[in-house]
Nanobody
């Protein structure tokens, strides 16, 4: 049974920082990519960052909207993923989800939700 649990969301003022954590259990051994997505009210889910699990520093992806402000990282041994969010803006407000690949979907961008089979329940981030 695969489980992803996000934590670390909250309410901050613009310019502030938050660190999100995704704890996983039961992931298939062949899981390659994991990603962070967010969804603002009335908007579609947006892929903001992804990481190749167990990969090198080059195996990272960022959406233009967060590049330079957010940093994705992993603890491979503990199967955890993190998202350090700095210089937060009101437009960063939304529900943040972590996602993990199940069956390999090579050819689908790691920043697209179609890449992922497993999802957490989300953690709310509000920037005012």
């Amino acid at each position: 049974h695969v489980q992803l649990v996000e934590s670390g969301g909250g309410s901050v003022q613009a310019g502030g920082s938050l660190r999100l954590t995704c704890v996983t259990s039961g992931l298939p051994s062949h899981t390659l990519w994991m990603g962070w997505f967010r969804q603002a009210p009335g908007k579609e889910r947006e892929g903001i960052s992804a990481i190749y699990f167990g990969g090198g520093p080059g195996d990272l992806r960022y959406a233009d909207s967060v590049r330079g402000r957010f940093t994705i990282s992993q603890d491979f041994d503990k199967k955890m993923m993190f998202l350090e969010m700095n210089s937060l803006k009101p437009e960063d407000t939304g529900m943040y989800y972590c996602a993990a690949e199940g069956r390999s979907r090579v050819g689908v961008s790691p920043l697209l939700s179609a890449r992922y089979e497993y999802w957490g329940q989300g953690t709310q981030v509000t920037v005012s």
